[in-house]
């Protein structure tokens, strides 16, 4: 049986603590350094160190996730390091650098770092640097820190979130992730993006035990991205779910410190830049629900106006269609209701969603599928395009999926659209 042997936890004193051997195939009782789970975690953040030929950000990354987060976020999460170095005093050095600054968080379990490597194992080893390139080399490193850091964590938490070392990290990302696991959370997925970086997805951890065989079962020199993408296709979620805007960035400057590594990682994804204005191609409404006067018509809220749509009383089954007179590569689409900061007579319980090929008369398209629920009255969400999968949108439709008695205001609706590629 293959077997995860666990070398190393570090505390805040950087010295060792246990020594355990991990099985795939059992799962863990008790979280790192003896201390029981914290009853109020709702996921787990995980930072595998890589060496990069510009060196580590991972203190940079640390600094920015905490800075990120305010105290009452921290209840919510843990953050588990791995640090991944084959030499001895470089591996306790980097461990005494994050003792130092994130003492606290250590100390309260907020903060978990081990080391660790893979031992008896059918698989093939890595190959030795004069047997691969440094890429190779590299991503096989990762390889093994991610499978160890995915069994550790399969228990720690109920989702959890794979960030890397070069991340810096959006003010509050934590409440958006919380709300947005929320409205999702009787929705069937796998994997949600909050960012186009490799770092940023939220997974079950339900699912991270399968997860850790598929990727040592896969190439090693293929990068996540590329793993996560066929792990959600295995698993029934043909499409990627990612949210506007990103949560993550890089850290680095990624024009000058370039690497091949980082240039074959973004040859595995699509991205581009969306205009800073919507498109909001033209297009017939259908609506049935009731406007309250005219100053506050359905239309408002798609036109480029100041102004907004305004009803009340609405029940499930309630929709706000739009139906482009031509199909449109959609690339992004935001429904935005309520009004303000606060998000006053925002709706509480709907969904957005796309429509194809063919149109009805005077109702829409024949064809939709979920594109997202409301997150807090929004809905702000890249549109994924797929060949044979997911084609040009003809239909967005907003889905009342609950009564609500008070006032509903849909405040905007924009959509960003793509010219075809000849």
Request: charged share 20%; hydrophobic share 35%; with cysteine.
């Amino acid at each position: 049986m293959r077997r995860l042997w666990f070398s190393r936890w570090f505390g805040s004193n950087s010295t060792l603590k246990s020594r355990t051997i991990w099985k795939p195939s059992r799962r863990c009782r008790k979280p790192p350094l003896g201390s029981s789970r914290p009853a109020t975690s709702s996921w787990l953040e995980l930072l595998p160190r890589k060496r990069h030929p510009h060196g580590s950000h991972l203190l940079d990354t640390l600094h920015s996730l905490f800075q990120a987060t305010s105290d009452p976020e921290l209840a919510h999460i843990i953050v588990l390091v791995h640090l991944s170095d084959p030499d001895p005093e470089r591996l306790h050095r980097a461990a005494a650098n994050i003792s130092g600054p994130f003492a606290p968080h250590l100390e309260s379990r907020r903060l978990l770092v081990v080391s660790g490597l893979l031992g008896d194992s059918p698989l093939p080893r890595p190959l030795t640097p004069s047997q691969s390139s440094p890429c190779e080399a590299l991503r096989s490193r990762q390889r093994e820190g991610q499978a160890l850091l995915m069994n550790f964590a399969s228990e720690l938490s109920e989702y959890f979130l794979l960030l890397e070392d070069n991340t810096r990290c959006a003010p509050r990302f934590v409440s958006a992730i919380y709300w947005t696991l929320a409205a999702w959370r009787e929705l069937r997925w796998v994997v949600l993006e909050f960012s186009s970086l490799g770092s940023g997805k939220v997974l079950r951890s339900s699912h991270l035990p399968l997860l850790t065989s598929v990727r040592l079962l896969f190439p090693e020199d293929a990068p996540l991205r590329l793993l996560l993408a066929n792990f959600r296709f295995l698993l029934g979620q043909r499409v990627p779910i990612r949210f506007a805007p990103d949560l993550f960035y890089r850290t680095d400057d990624l024009n000058s410190q370039r690497t091949c590594c980082l240039e074959e990682e973004e040859e595995d994804g699509e991205e581009y830049e969306n205009p800073e204005k919507p498109s909001n191609p033209p297009a017939t409404l259908y609506n049935t629900m009731i406007a309250l006067s005219s100053a506050h018509l359905p239309e408002y809220a798609y036109l480029p106006i100041l102004s907004h749509f305004q009803t009340e009383n609405v029940i499930p089954g309630d929709t706000y269609t739009l139906v482009f007179d031509l199909p449109h590569r959609v690339v992004q689409i935001q429904v935005l209701t309520g009004l303000g900061a606060q998000g006053l007579y925002h709706l509480e319980h709907g969904q957005v969603e796309l429509g194809y090929e063919p149109v009805l008369e005077g109702t829409g398209c024949a064809h939709y599928v979920l594109l997202g629920p409301l997150v807090k009255g929004k809905c702000n969400q890249k549109v994924p395009y797929t060949a044979g999968l997911m084609g040009a949108v003809r239909c967005v439709r907003l889905l009342v999926t609950a009564r609500q008695h008070s006032s509903v205001t849909i405040s905007q609706i924009n959509v960003w659209t793509r010219a075809e590629e000849e």
